[in-house]
């Protein structure tokens, strides 16, 4: 068997199993199914939003430090809308480059404002879980560090603003690290992901486990 397969070997029952369809217009439903289960991924997203929130309590203008002019409603709305706003396209821009750089040519973005949810995908391109992870978490590790490094070097209000930005910013990941979560249950299996585009479906398969035949694996719709 190839270390990459084509998309077409995967419908081999001998080789692979599809371990997931998930519909574009069932991908919150998806996510909040995800985000309690135990995991690498999800836990390094609940770590952070425990941080984030925790800096946004202490550094809430009143509390530890007292400004003569606070200004509470610029910050929560500089904090919690105006920069994770102009925080989105960075985000799905850092989610194009690996994509880029790993040969990927058919990209396209979207958007499901019923669900909440902005995305970019690589129509008809296959990743491997290691791959879909560098895909995945980019925006995750580069924003934080940045906000972090910004957070330790600002005056108090810039702190609480910045630790609320990088609060709401975490949220936008949960998705990405719950279908990271979901590829790292198969162990040792490969892991393969694609989506169709056009269809609005994105895929998941897993090498087929030895001695176990198709009818007896269980798939998840």
């Not at 077409?8 to 069932?26: I, N």
């Not at 702190?159 to 975490?170: A, D, E, G, I, Y």
């Not at 056009?198 to 486990?209: F, G, I, L, Q, T």
């Amino acid at each position: 068997m190839k270390q990459t397969p084509d998309i077409e070997q995967l419908d081999d029952p001998l080789l692979y199993e599809k371990v997931l369809t998930l519909p574009y217009d069932d991908i919150a439903p998806f996510v909040l199914g995800e985000v309690t289960r135990p995991s690498g991924p999800m836990l390094r997203i609940w770590i952070t939003l425990a941080a984030t929130l925790f800096l946004s309590v202490w550094f809430w203008p009143g509390v530890i430090y007292f400004p003569v002019n606070p200004r509470v409603v610029a910050g929560l709305t500089t904090g919690l809308i105006l920069i994770p706003l102009g925080l989105v396209p960075v985000h799905e821009g850092l989610h194009l480059i690996p994509f880029v750089m790993a040969g990927a040519r058919d990209i396209r973005f979207g958007a499901d404002l019923r669900q909440g949810i902005i995305y970019v995908t690589a129509h008809r391109f296959l990743a491997g879980r290691r791959l879909f992870s560098i895909v995945a978490f980019t925006p995750f590790i580069l924003v934080t560090l940045t906000f972090l490094t910004m957070i330790l070097f600002t005056s108090p209000w810039w702190k609480w603003v910045l630790s609320m930005t990088l609060f709401v910013h975490t949220t936008m990941c949960a998705g990405d690290a719950a279908l990271i979560g979901f590829m790292s249950r198969f162990g040792e299996r490969k892991v393969f992901t694609w989506d169709d585009a056009d269809k609005k479906e994105a895929y998941v398969y897993a090498s087929a486990e030895p001695g176990k035949s198709h009818d007896d694996r269980n798939t998840v719709r």
